[in-house]
Structure formats: C-alpha cells, structure tokens
T-cell receptor, first 114, second 115 residues
Framework: AQSVSQHNHHVILSEAASLELGCNYS??????LFWYVQYPGQHLQLLLK??????LVKGIKGFEAEFIKSKFSFNLRKPSVQWSDTAEYFC????????????FGTGTRLQVTL | GAGVSQSPSNKVTEKGKDVELRCDPI?????LYWYRQSLGQGLEFLIY????????KSGLPSDRFSAERTGGSVSTLTIQRTQQEDSAVYLC?????????????FGPGTRLTVL
C-alpha cells in the first residue's frame, strides 16, 4: 500500500533559521505531491504542489520543495523562518489507481521561537 | 461559495446517538472527499464522490459510517450509534474533478466529540 513518511515529528527553530522538512513516499509511478499547512485553529491550506515539470516548486510564503524521483522524496524548505510559520505541516501524495484520495504523512509540528 | 464549508463546526453527542455532518463544496467542483483527523491516526481518507457516485468507500471504518451526495453538490456523512473512538475532526475537501492533476481544497472541519 502507498505510504508517506515524515521523519521529523516536532521541530523547534529560532526565527531566521533555515528549515527543511523531510517527506518520502512509497509509490513508484507518476505521482502528484503536496505540502499542506495547518496554522493553529485554522483549516488545512495548500502550501505548494508538484504535478509535473520543474522538480523545484515554489509555493506561498517563501516555501519551496524539491521533487527527487530517484529518492522518492519531496522535502520542504524555507531559507529563513518566521514566528508566524509556527504550524503543523503535512506532506501528501496522490497516485494513479488510488481513487484520487490523498495519502498524508503523520505531520510535522514546527515551533518557531522569537 | 468562496470555499468549502462544513456544518456544524462542533458537535458533542452521547455514545450510541446518530450524527450527520454536512459539507458544501466549492461551486462547480465535481469531486468531493471526506477525511478524518484524529490524534492517534493522523489524516485518513474515508470516501470520495465523483458527481453523486462514490467509487471508493474503502476508508469508511465500519458499516456505521455512510455518506451520500445529492445533486452533485452537498454531501452528508452519517455516523450511526456513535462510539468514543469516532471522536475526531471530520474534514471535507473538493476538487474540480477527480484524478491526477487536481488540487483538493479543504473545509474547516467538524469537530466531533462522543461522550
């Protein structure tokens, strides 16, 4: 069965530090990849997505992610985090034959301190 | 509407009672999805609709759970004889259509607490 792994469960960073959150998936064929963010008390919002083309994807709020097919990875990065980036981040995969459903990772809670 | 809406936002019920959760997708979106977010299980897929049909119900945890969609728009998720383990946030999402290349937009969720 398809699965998504997020290796960092809880990350604490100081403002201006760089961020990289890992995401690996198990499906070997064509996939759509997503990062969603859930700010405290708010609903899931899309940060960025990869469907095809340039494997370096830029999203909102200065986030980017790189799709590395050979590593089955889609890591999220931000050069300099802000306190307002405190949130939970979810990686998700949609693959053919999975009935259009998203399979989510377990999430990474990011806490940015001042 | 501008986004996916869900009602109620919070629901507290007693064990054994039935509950209905409602989802209003983005206008024009033909695909609609239900997910569940709970502390122990993370975000789990429950069921999806393309139009009024539900091609995949594989995520429904038991036969106490059912969902329907009428008129290709509003969907209702029904949980019969609720149990404490049903306590979770139930999320609805919609997309323009199903399949690859479609982004899912999420609603705010319904927080269900079963006492």
């Amino acid at each position: 069965a398809q699965s998504v792994s997020q290796h960092n469960h809880h990350v604490i960073l100081s403002e201006a530090a760089s961020l990289e959150l890992g995401c690996n998936y198990s499906y070997g064929g064509t996939v759509n990849l997503f990062w969603y963010v859930q700010y405290p008390g708010q609903h899931l919002q899309l940060l960025l997505k990869y469907f095809s083309g340039d494997p370096l994807v830029k999203g909102i709020k200065g986030f980017e992610a790189e799709f590395i097919k050979s590593k089955f990875s889609f890591n999220l990065r931000k050069p300099s985090v802000q306190w307002s980036d405190t949130a939970e981040y979810f990686c998700a995969v949609n693959a053919p034959g999975t009935a259009s459903k998203l399979t989510f990772g377990t999430g990474t809670r990011l806490q940015v301190t001042l | 509407g501008a986004g996916v809406s869900q009602s109620p936002s919070n629901k507290v019920t007693e064990k054994g009672k039935d509950v209905e959760l409602r989802c209003d997708p983005i206008s024009g979106h033909t695909a609609l999805y239900w997910y569940r977010q709970s502390l122990g299980q993370g975000l789990e897929f429950l069921i999806y609709f393309q139009g009024n049909s539900a091609p995949d119900k594989s995520g429904l945890p038991s036969d106490r759970f059912s969902a329907e969609r009428t008129g290709g728009s509003v969907s209702t998720l029904t949980i019969q004889r609720t149990q404490q383990e049903d306590s979770a946030v139930y999320l609805c999402a919609s997309s323009r259509t199903s399949g690859l290349g479609n982004e899912q937009f999420f609603g705010p969720g319904t927080r269900l607490t079963v006492l």
